[in-house]
């Protein structure tokens, strides 16, 4: 049975007649807007924020479009990628009934949100060096899976997972695919956004909190078939996002080359620092990342974790993770937040060692 979209949707959702806002009844130009309930009197703030946004956030989705080399209705612009995972679950899984595919240890919003939704998840571990078990994920598909979260590079990991093996699940599945790309700025590899046209059931998430250095503004995308972001652009809330958090983001394109200039000092600052942690005895694995941290196996990560605190430094125990035992996740400083970094590891080795 080949992909069809219709099948996939909660009937509920294929049926709703969404909201029909003032500003999507009405956005082109008049003199007097006495349709929305505004204050007229404007507002009590330097910046003037009286009126409500553009509901559908036609000027960003034309730049991300531009710049990703699609159209903008291949694009959904969200209150951060998180909202994206919600709606996601929202559109396609049938509480208590439907199922869907997380690949751990991976980013933990997908189990949360499918939590939310009252939604079962299915586990598919990744193999000891952080790949997708492709036959073990194809083998976990039932008749009520309807979406696999895949994330590359992943979260806690660091790492990209195979690219032919996603394509290969999204070949092979019928339900949706999603490939979580928040950190996919900092590695080498291109963006899946370039698959979307010849798989229609493929959605790529990105994000302005990371590499675009947004995270307060609270961005994401979702890229994906216009028929797929049609859904997204019924059932998000009309104004998801603030005219302060559109103008600010549309003022970023400006300035792209502070972010790609950041990125190369990012990455750079990453292969010095993991070339240090490596060399503390107490460290034994500092794994490869395409991102803007790295997992860090250390033989007490609690209590490097503990001694970092004490230096004012906060890292992520992800210790108790499956997979992660013994882990700290480290982001990637300025150079002199990770002098700071690395003083206080050497300080740890040499307090610990006796
Ligand atoms: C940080 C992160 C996000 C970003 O979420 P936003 O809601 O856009 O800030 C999404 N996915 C992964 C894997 C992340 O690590």
Redesign the pocket.
């Known amino acids: 049975m080949p992909f069809e979209l219709d099948n996939l949707v909660r009937e509920n959702i294929r049926r709703l007649v969404p909201y029909s806002s003032a500003r999507s009844e009405f956005s082109g130009d008049a003199r007097i807007f006495m349709d929305a309930n505004e204050n007229s009197f404007g507002s009590p703030t330097c910046q003037d924020h009286s009126r409500y946004p553009d509901p559908f956030q036609k000027e960003i989705k034309s730049c991300v479009a531009e710049l990703n080399g699609i159209s903008p209705s291949q694009v959904f612009v969200g209150n951060?990628?998180?909202e994206a995972i919600d709606l996601l679950f929202r559109i396609f899984c049938r509480p208590s009934v439907d199922n869907v595919i997380i690949c751990p240890p991976t980013?933990g919003?997908y189990e949360v949100l499918a939590s939310i939704n009252d939604v079962a998840l299915e586990k598919v571990f990744l193999t000891r060096d952080f790949d997708l078990d492709v036959p073990a994920i194809l083998a976990a598909i039932d008749q009520n899976t309807k979406i696999i979260f895949l994330?590359s590079p992943n979260?806690p990991t660091g790492n990209l997972v195979s690219r032919n093996a996603i394509l290969e699940i999204a070949g092979t599945f019928e339900g949706i695919v999603v490939v979580?790309e928040?950190?996919v700025h900092f590695s080498t590899q291109p963006s899946l956004t370039k698959e979307i046209g010849s798989n229609p059931n493929l959605v790529v998430?990105q994000?302005?909190?990371?590499a675009w250095g947004l995270?307060g503004l609270?961005v994401?995308l979702a890229f994906g078939d216009a028929k797929i972001i049609e859904l997204f652009d019924r059932v998000k809330p009309p104004y998801n996002l603030s005219d302060s958090a559109q103008s600010e983001v549309l003022s970023a394109f400006i300035n792209e080359h502070h972010v790609v200039k950041s990125i190369r000092e990012i990455r750079k600052e990453r292969e010095i620092l993991a070339e240090k942690i490596k060399k503390f005895e107490f460290v034994t694995t500092v794994y490869p990342s395409d991102a803007n941290f790295m997992l860090v196996k250390t033989i007490d990560a609690d209590a490097v974790y503990l001694s970092l605190l004490d230096n004012g430094i906060v890292v992520r125990n992800r210790s108790r993770v499956p997979l992660c035992e013994g882990c700290v996740r480290i982001t990637v400083g300025t150079p002199d937040e990770n002098t700071a970094l690395l003083n206080a590891l050497e300080q740890y080795e040499k307090s610990s060692v006796h």
């Open positions: 951060g990628s998180d980013y919003m994330c979260n979580d928040a950190y998430l994000t302005f909190s990371k995270a609270r994401g």
